[in-house]
């Protein structure tokens, strides 16, 4: 039985694993953060953020979680009593919804089958019902976390536009992982966060903002201080943060970029694709139903059903406790019934083929009929294609 200070294998979307070369530069002397030589590192992290939003638009960093970003984002767009759609596939497409029911706003909520993503032709027919333009603005998560969906932003990104509202994002698990392009896809805000496919520890958030979201910035009354971005934008112009940042956690993200960037964002999408595909065919392999629909499935994490008869809760313990396996559980009303397995990140395909073998030796030792080594088959069996 893995005792604490023995290796796990974690697969869970978020903290995801770091690579030594980000946890040695974590590890750096701290500095001045009032100095130059953290304005030159700020401005080099911030340039290599707009390449991962592919937006011109400035990235402003803050020293939170990725749920600070989702907040950041509506407190400074929105003002006490603006109609806002809320676009709702699962657990943090609610906790969106509270951020913005905290903070005043009158939320609708078109919540849609949770194992789906989002309709963009009804939100398209909702959106074209506002005549008087009564909703200011969309929320909508890029990869709902919770169930193993992504949104087509690239469809629903322009609808949102072509009404005038505007579009806040929370891509938190989805930026990198998957294809977001800010700019091109008429995206206003964006929050996305450290501990996912960026492969760093938790403790930063990264939020764009384009000229429109600025003019709502300027509109706006939500009380907001810490996570006032205008404040952020001012002192990123020289080079600084309004407050004492996560140096270690900017070290690292500096190391994390570089990684990145030598990889090639388009590389860093085909990798978590093949990752994504291999889960897939694992688990099936095994017997098991995924959660999510084909077409929308997240290359950030999958989901999937419990055998009948076998909580799967108790799936991730024993795996846990056998084999040092750690797998993220269902959320609300999901508790106990799906388990979901994070390839996202500083995952590789090593550590598929280990996931799978070890799920496949548990369900057999946990009683369900099944051939062990065929989800570790299945997954070679897909990389092995994908080399093709």
């Not at 030159?40 to 402003?60: D, H, P």
């Not at 919540?111 to 969309?138: C, H, M, N, Y």
């Not at 990123?236 to 690292?252: D, I, R, S, Y």
């Amino acid at each position: 039985m893995p005792t604490l200070e023995e290796k796990q294998l974690l697969l869970i979307p978020g903290p995801t694993p770091v690579p030594q070369a980000v946890l040695r530069a974590c590890a750096r002397p701290m500095i001045n953060h009032r100095g130059p030589e953290y304005a030159r590192l700020q401005n080099e992290n911030v340039a290599g953020m707009k390449e991962m939003f592919q937006t011109k638009n400035e990235i402003l960093v803050l020293t939170c979680s990725g749920t600070g970003g989702m907040e950041a984002a509506i407190v400074n767009t929105l003002s006490p009593g603006d109609k806002v759609l809320a676009l709702v596939i699962g657990a943090f497409g609610k906790r969106f919804v509270k951020i913005a029911r905290a903070y005043g706003a009158d939320v609708e909520e078109m919540e849609f089958t949770w194992g789906e993503a989002v309709d963009p032709r009804k939100v398209r027919d909702r959106l074209s019902q506002d005549k008087s333009k009564e909703i200011k603005a969309v929320l909508i998560q890029h990869n709902e976390t919770s169930t193993g969906v992504y949104n087509d932003l690239k469809v629903i990104g322009p609808i949102i536009r072509e009404h005038g509202a505007l579009s806040i994002v929370d891509a938190v698990s989805g930026l990198i992982a998957l294809d977001l392009q800010t700019d091109n896809w008429n995206i206003d805000v964006v929050a996305a966060a450290s501990q996912k496919a960026f492969m760093l520890p938790p403790g930063l958030a990264f939020v764009s903002m384009n000229e429109r979201a600025w003019q709502a910035y300027e509109k706006a009354t939500t009380p907001r201080f810490y996570f006032d971005l205008k404040s952020a934008k001012e002192f990123a112009e020289k080079g600084q943060n309004p407050f004492t940042p996560a140096l270690p956690q900017v070290f690292g993200l500096q190391e994390g970029l570089r990684l990145l960037r030598q990889e090639g964002l388009q590389n860093v999408f085909l990798r978590h694709q093949r990752l994504g595909d291999a889960v897939r065919a694992g688990a099936k392999a095994l017997g098991l139903e995924l959660f999510a629909k084909p077409a929308n499935a997240s290359n950030c994490v999958t989901a999937v059903k419990s055998p009948e008869g076998l909580g799967a809760d108790d799936i991730r313990k024993f795996l846990l406790e056998k084999y040092g396996l750690v797998l993220a559980g269902g959320q609300a009303h999901l508790k106990g019934k799906i388990f979901r397995i994070g390839h996202l990140g500083y995952v590789s395909e090593t550590d598929i083929l280990g996931c799978m073998a070890a799920l496949g030796a548990g369900l057999q030792e946990l009683g369900v009929s099944v051939d062990p080594g065929a989800g570790a088959a299945a997954a070679m069996a897909s990389f092995q294609a994908a080399e093709r």
